[in-house]
């Protein structure tokens, strides 16, 4: 009996995580040395990095938290309390990213944190988060999940929620929620017209004409395959946008993320070029070029 492939399952809802197919099995024959060399098994190992923010003003009250260890986080300073952006890559980095946006405006606590949506390098920092006593705003669709998210236990190693037990504070967006007080305004909609994350939301600074997202774009990728999905949300919301701040990324004028955006989707259409020439037929193909980046 032999395997026929490997399949790795997550038990939270039963996911298949990765799928390994074998497509041949030898039986008693030579095979290389497989032994790791000499120089490779005589390398120190270097230890891990501890994250490093760095904060960079975007406009009056904003702030870009990126560096290394994750994703870019945006903070925002209100009257009296700070509210983050993403709580993004792991629970280390979002610790390091709190304590950044303290260390920022030191008068003030961080008290909320915005998700745009539920995907891994989005929520890495949930329990983090949850664990420091911030309220969670996000769509109203993602709660059941947060909530089963928070009150699962840490099995691998000991986390935040397992050394400061704290209740899910949770605050829905339906399709629009305003966070204003003297200080800022901050417009968190409901996202439209998007395959990606149909229960996500992002942020609009009006004062500063500031569009704040995760996964609308990224300048880093090669292809694009969400055609329209940027521009319809701006034009749905009647919105005045004149920069882009993204979880991915760089801070980009509105025309240098539409000029990414019509390169990365000739790239998505060359593919799908390819493989229809090819007689194969991956799901997103055909792509149509935006008509907002013609």
């Given amino acids: 009996m032999l395997p026929n492939g490997f399949n790795t399952v997550i038990d939270f809802r039963n996911i298949s995580q990765n799928k390994i197919y074998v497509d041949t099995n030898s039986v008693d024959v030579e095979i290389p040395d497989l032994a ?3 120089d490779v098994r005589a390398a120190t190992t270097a230890g891990a990095l501890s994250p490093v923010v760095d904060a960079t003003p975007v406009a009056k009250g904003v702030w870009l938290l990126n560096g290394r260890g994750g994703a870019n986080s945006i903070l925002f300073e209100f009257a009296d ?19 950044k946006a303290q260390s920022v405006v030191p008068t003030k606590k961080v008290t909320e944190a915005i998700i745009s949506h539920h995907h891994f390098d989005h929520t890495g920092g949930l ?8 309220t969670i705003i996000a769509h109203k669709g993602t709660e059941a999940l947060f909530r089963e998210i928070a009150a699962r236990k840490s099995t691998v190693d000991p986390d935040a929620i397992g050394a400061t037990p704290r209740p899910l504070k949770f605050r829905a967006v339906d399709d629009r929620l305003q966070l204003k007080d003297g200080s800022m305004t901050v417009d968190v909609y409901h996202t439209v017209s998007n395959s990606h994350m149909a229960e996500g939301v ?3 600074v009006p004062e500063h004409r500031l569009l704040v997202q995760g996964d609308f774009f990224d300048v880093s990728w090669e292809i694009y395959w969400w055609q329209d999905t940027y521009m319809d949300n701006v034009r749905y919301r009647n919105l005045e946008v004149d920069r882009d701040v993204p979880v991915h990324g760089r801070v980009l004028p509105l025309k240098d993320v539409l000029e990414g955006i019509r390169r990365q989707t000739k790239t998505a259409q060359d593919l799908c070029a390819k493989a229809t020439a090819a007689q194969f037929f991956p799901p997103g193909c055909p792509v149509k070029m935006p008509a907002s980046v013609r």
């Fill in 36 to 38: 790791a060399p000499a």
């Fill in 81 to 99: 309390h700070l509210t983050l952006f993403e709580v993004p890559t792991s629970q280390a980095w979002t610790r390091a990213l709190i304590e």
């Fill in 127 to 134: 329990r983090q988060a949850i664990a420091t006593g911030l």
């Fill in 202 to 204: 992002f942020a609009y």
